[in-house]
Nanobody, 121 residues
Framework: QVQLVESGGGLVQAGGSLRLSCAAS????????MGWYRQAPGKQRELVAT???????NYVDSVKGRFTISRDNAKNTVYLQMNSLKPEDTAVYYC???????????????WGQGTQVTVSS
């Protein structure tokens, strides 16, 4: 079993910054892609950013130039630096990781519990 624990959410004024962290623990042989998703009230969950094990990165267009995703493979941790925050960034942010528990077999997707980010205007 794998647990993802997120931290770093909170309330910030428009134009401010926050840094989210997500640490994975448990039975882990390798973590493939890691990423951040968000879900605003009344909306579907959407991808924000992903980073592969080799460092290939993908962002949703609305955060390009403002958010930066990174990971520390030694710590099984992914980060999301969010700058120039806007009220429309308000959402619950979820961490996701695709984990290979053993050297052979299947990989599985795991989710964190979510952390609230609120941006006031």
């Amino acid at each position: 079993q794998v647990q993802l624990v997120e931290s770093g959410g909170g309330l910030v004024q428009a134009g401010g910054s926050l840094r989210l962290s997500c640490a994975a623990s448990g039975t882990i042989f390798k973590i493939n892609a890691m990423g951040w998703y968000r879900q605003a009230p009344g909306k579907q969950r959407e991808l924000v950013a992903t980073i592969s094990s080799s460092g290939r990165i993908n962002y949703v267009d609305s955060v390009k130039g403002r958010f930066t995703i990174s990971r520390d493979n030694a710590k099984n941790t992914v980060y999301l630096q969010m700058n120039s925050l806007k009220p429309e960034d308000t959402a619950v942010y979820y961490c996701n990781a695709n984990v290979l528990p053993y050297s052979i077999g299947y990989s599985y997707d795991y989710w964190g519990q979510g952390t609230q980010v609120t941006v006031s205007s």
